[in-house]
């Protein structure tokens, strides 16, 4: 979605401190009300490109990982309000584990794949097609 990148990289001038690419920290609760009231927020960034720009931002590795290791959540201007606990944690570090489970799964699919293409051309002669009824 062209306008939640868009999006994102509005709340990132907008909101540097919450939204730096470097650090990630975890966000307040309920930031996604916050954001459809902002009144600077551009017409184009919908409630659609709101939900997908904060779901995409939020389900980063990085992202995930601040939210396991406990750390602060903070206000859009990166006020510190209180730390991530219990079930944030412990869906977080679910969450992480199926994406980095997936990521080995197709890791192991592509070098799979090239390990096939690569023993299916060493040593082959081109491939001969068929020409009319011979």
Same mark, same amino acid.
């Given at each position: ?6 999006? %994102? #990289?509005?709340?990132? &001038? =907008?909101?540097?401190r919450a939204?730096?690419?470097? /650090?990630?920290?975890?966000?307040? !609760? +309920? ?36 939210? %396991? #290791?406990?750390?602060? &959540? =903070? ?7 209180? /730390?991530?606990?219990?079930?944030? !944690? +412990? ?8 994406s980095s ?34």
């Open positions: 979605m062209r306008r939640g990148r868009e999006y %994102v #990289a509005w709340l990132r &001038r =907008r909101y540097p939204f730096s690419r470097k /650090r990630r920290p975890p966000l307040v !609760r +309920r930031v996604y009300q916050i954001l459809l009231a902002d009144p600077d927020r551009p017409a184009w960034a919908t409630d659609a490109v709101v939900q997908w720009a904060l779901a995409r931002w939020c389900r980063h590795p990085d992202y995930l990982r601040g939210v %396991v #290791a406990g750390k602060w &959540r =903070r206000l859009l201007d990166g006020t510190p309000v209180v /730390r991530v606990e219990g079930s944030g !944690r +412990r869906a977080a570090a679910e969450t992480l584990a199926v489970s997936a990521d080995e799964s197709h890791e192991r699919c592509v070098a799979a794949h090239a390990a096939r293409r690569a023993g299916s051309l060493a040593g082959s002669e081109p491939h001969k097609i068929p020409r009319g009824n011979a």
